[in-house]
């Protein structure tokens, strides 16, 4: 009987002993890689936002006139009331979307009172980097998903690295912006491998792409064909995608344009009657048909370019849809008469795909060829960003100051004329105080025979021009800016009229045709 007993508590024990968990690997696996993710994600995104704000700041330069008379300026004139409208505004070439999102910012910080003229410069470059910054995040997870984690981090390096990346993207131009709408719109594209894939939301960015900027069209037109032939069921892309939401985009904007135009107002019809079938662009300067493919594309891509030859050759076929991008822009810009160095620079992140390839490749060689990468395009960005071209935007600090200046008998009221080639310098919305100031003005040939522009008329003969404007000595502005390659041509009409040079600003190191290596200011006394 004990031993049954005994038998019988052992049995009752063994019921309150615990069973030891056993941790499942697959699952702790799957929580180490979210956490390994998102760990990841966030040192991603925070680098990359101090990146491009450190980017934004060390560029100090002006590039080209759009920047400014395009967008800021336009942005100025919408909430302030004064500011300059070149000719293409009055032509309605030109979308007010873009400037309208500048306005919203200048309208915010007037109505909470801190409409300076600092802010007003500095505020809308910092967005444009943090959108930039947005589209780095999106551009490495779109990579890291296609390729190998490896191949997503060198291309991010070529992408960061990029010279004209650094010079352009966080700059208010439409190119810009463009650029930075296509680099979100890719990574929802449905690219072979994506797992992100939208039609709605990539068509919608690139909707968005083509109001900022029409032309931004060449670009996604290979896209959205390999869109259209990879689609099992075409119809519903095209009623349920390409058509409503292009309808849409067009729609709103039209409607913005017809509210600020005042009248009916298609712009990207404009666009293209003045720009493609006038050949208005052509008044700007044209080149041959293979500028891109000997000069543009070379500059533009830089220290890159061997690195894009070479992963063509490895990825060709993983990525032929971008090539053909790229290839396809190059071709269709080169017919256009005009060309710039800023229209090709949307598809600059397609090439940093080829290049990533390359490095990734190079096993032994790749950190000594990244390294060569990194110092050949750093000189290239802080040059460009710090010292190229800067005088045109060190001449408008030197100005403002002359908003504080008051009026009296022995001190008129400032009146500042720019004797440069057209919109060399930005306007009101660097200097944001209605200070009286002139331009030699030079809108095109719009139909009238024996048409010159002001521009022209004066770098004719400049002496006779400012003797038969300024008969008179009250008529004279009390500053002239100018650059120093006119200074000796005009000297006797600055002499003659008591003007005395008060500063001096370097531009350029490499001065070319009406542009010098400095600009002057001259004020009467």
């Known amino acids: 009987m004990e031993n049954i007993r005994a038998r019988l508590s052992l049995r009752n024990k063994v019921d309150d002993v615990k069973l030891r968990k056993r941790k499942s690997q697959l699952y702790s696996k799957e929580n180490e890689c979210r956490l390994n993710n998102g760990v990841l994600r966030a040192r991603v995104v925070v680098f990359s936002v101090a990146f491009r704000l450190i980017n934004c700041l060390l560029v100090q330069t002006s590039f080209v006139p759009d920047e400014y008379w395009q967008s800021l300026e336009v942005s100025h004139r919408m909430v302030f009331n004064y500011g300059y409208l070149t000719w293409e505004w009055k032509a309605g070439i030109r979308g007010f979307s873009y400037p309208l999102f500048f306005a919203l910012i200048y309208k915010t910080l007037y109505l909470i009172n801190y409409d300076s003229v600092h802010l007003l410069i500095w505020l809308p470059r910092i967005i444009q980097a943090l959108l930039a910054a947005f589209a780095d995040v999106k551009f490495f997870f779109l990579i890291q998903m296609l390729e190998s984690r490896d191949v997503a981090k060198w291309t991010f390096l070529c992408h960061l690295c990029s010279w004209f990346t650094w010079y352009c993207s966080t700059r208010t131009l439409t190119n810009s912006m463009e650029a930075t709408i296509t680099c979100l719109a890719l990574s929802y594209f449905p690219l072979p491998g994506s797992k992100t894939h939208s039609s709605k939301k990539y068509l919608t960015l690139v909707a968005l792409a083509v109001v900022v900027r029409p032309t931004a069209l060449i ?110 822009t190059l071709v269709v810009y080169s017919l256009l008469p005009h060309k710039e160095f800023r229209f090709i620079y949307p598809v600059l992140p397609f090439c940093m795909v080829f290049c990533g390839t390359s490095l990734a490749s190079l096993k032994a060689w790749r950190r000594a060829a990244a390294l060569a990468l990194l110092v050949t395009n750093l000189f290239a960005a802080l040059y460009t960003g710090l010292i190229h071209q800067r005088g045109t935007l060190d001449v408008m600090s030197h100005l403002r100051m002359l908003c504080d200046v008051n009026s009296t008998s022995t001190h008129p009221q400032p009146d500042v004329f720019f004797l440069m080639p057209c919109h060399s310098t930005p306007y009101y919305s660097h200097v944001h105080c209605p200070l009286k100031m002139r331009f030699l003005e030079c809108p095109p040939d719009l139909g009238g025979e024996g048409y010159v522009d002001e521009a022209h008329s004066f770098y004719d003969n400049p002496l006779h021009w400012l003797r038969t404007s300024f008969p008179y000595k009250s008529s004279l502005p009390t500053h002239l800016v100018l650059f120093d390659i006119l200074e000796k041509e005009i000297s006797v009409f600055l002499q003659g009229n008591n003007f005395v040079r008060t500063a001096e600003m370097f531009h350029t190191h490499f001065p070319e045709g009406r542009v010098g290596g400095s600009i002057f200011i001259y004020k009467r006394h």
Not at 219 to 238: A, G, I, N, S, T
Not at 294 to 309: C, D, E, K, R, S
């Open 219 to 328: 670009v996604w037109f290979p896209l959205l064909m390999y869109h259209f032939w990879q689609e099992d069921d075409k119809l519903r892309l095209v009623t349920h995608n390409y058509i409503p939401i292009g309808t849409l985009a067009v729609a709103i904007s039209t409607v913005i344009d017809c509210v600020f135009y005042e009248k009916w107002t298609m712009v990207q019809f404009n666009f293209l009657k003045f720009n493609i079938f006038h050949g208005v662009a052509d008044f700007y300067g044209s080149h041959p048909w293979h500028w891109y493919f000997t000069q543009g594309f070379a500059v533009v891509i830089g220290p890159h370019l061997p690195f894009f030859l070479h992963g063509c050759t490895l990825a060709f076929k993983r990525h032929k849809i971008l090539l053909a991008a790229v290839i396809w």
